[in-house]
């Protein structure tokens, strides 16, 4: 058995995690695992948090690489925030849905993601020091977009994405694993994901072997930022309006946790695409269970304070090396 969960990677202690949440609900919680079709659409639990658990998903998985490189993103929140209302804006003023997306998730989403790039590749600045600058004047910009104001839209298109259905499922979740598939694909089927280990691992050592290491950061930063786009375009289009002031609030944290518990280390170096996406979905899941059980929501922050503590003890080798647990395959 120990063997089995050492060769299954880091990213098991999530599942495991995800287990027992899901084990204590299905004891405490009746009706947890119950999922009912209405109007041709799946409802359920299990269902509810997944379709929540995408935008933390989708900024997970841009998160996860830019980790990877040894650094780290604040500005996701922001990002969200800024998508969100360019998108409401231009459909609120006649621009067709696809142009507004484009315009919002490629155009603006990238620009941004490559200002953090070029600030912490090109300008050596630290990575936490330079996606703050724009974690704190993003959610202004935006606030400046939208005048202050909760922008309201009424296009089906646009909303769809993140209220409508496909296959009997929330659209959102067919976006999570449309654009975890593409993650995969560039980093395991291509030489990005060696360039984007290596360079998290042992920085001197990749430039001396002829990687190219700002290409490599600033293409983490644009991705990650993409990826914050389409949460962002996800959660405004769930309510059908943009709130620059609440949109992707504190979810650079919950991203960052969901990476951390999905078995990537902080320090850069080797990385967990769907242990981020179990991560997302053990914090979802807590959040779902707290809520549930009728606690208040202040209870979430302690519990996943609790959780991330047990996890990253269990991926702890003198943890486990101490308790004779399964050692972490590296």
């Not at 830019?66 to 929140?77: H, N, R």
């Not at 790039?117 to 202004?140: C, D, E, H, N, Y």
């Not at 983490?220 to 949109?247: E, K, P, R």
């Not at 009728?294 to 486990?320: D, H, N």
């Amino acid at each position: 058995m120990n063997a089995r969960l050492s060769r299954l990677g880091p990213w098991v202690w999530a599942v495991v995690s995800l287990a027992l949440i899901l084990v204590f609900n299905l004891v405490f919680t009746p009706g947890f695992f119950s999922i009912q079709a209405r109007d041709g659409h799946f409802y359920g639990s299990l269902i509810d948090i997944a379709n929540r658990a995408a935008p933390v998903m989708l900024v997970a998985l841009g998160m996860t690489l830019v980790i990877a490189t040894g650094g780290i993103d604040l500005s996701v929140g922001a990002t969200m925030s800024i998508v969100g209302s360019v998108a409401a804006l231009m459909v609120t003023k006649g621009h067709s849905p696809l142009a507004a997306i484009l315009t919002a998730c490629l155009f603006v989403a990238l620009a941004l993601g490559a200002w953090n790039g070029i600030l912490v590749a090109v300008f050596k600045i630290q990575p936490i020091v330079a996606t703050l600058i724009l974690m704190v004047s993003g959610r202004g910009i935006a606030q400046l977009l939208t005048d202050g104001q909760i922008i309201q839209f009424h296009d089906p298109s646009l909303a769809y994405i993140g209220s409508g259905f496909l296959f009997k499922i929330p659209f959102s979740i067919t976006v999570v694993v449309i654009v975890l598939l593409i993650t995969a694909a560039v980093t395991r089927l291509t030489a990005m994901g060696l360039f984007i280990e290596s360079v998290g691992d042992n920085p001197t050592a990749s430039r001396y072997s002829g990687i190219d290491i700002r290409t490599v950061q600033l293409f983490a930063y644009a991705f990650c930022a993409i990826c914050a786009g389409m949460a962002g375009l996800v959660a405004t289009a769930n309510t059908s309006a943009a709130d620059a002031n609440n949109t992707g609030l504190n979810l650079e944290l919950d991203a960052i946790l969901a990476v951390v518990i999905g078995g990537t280390k902080l320090t850069g170096g080797r990385y967990q695409l769907i242990g981020s996406i179990f991560g997302a979905l053990v914090i979802q899941s807590l959040t779902t269970t707290i809520l549930t059980k009728g606690l208040a929501i202040e209870f979430t922050l302690v519990v996943k304070a609790l959780t991330v503590l047990a996890v990253c003890l269990l991926q702890s080798p003198q943890f486990r090396t101490k308790f004779r647990l399964p050692a972490r395959s590296k």
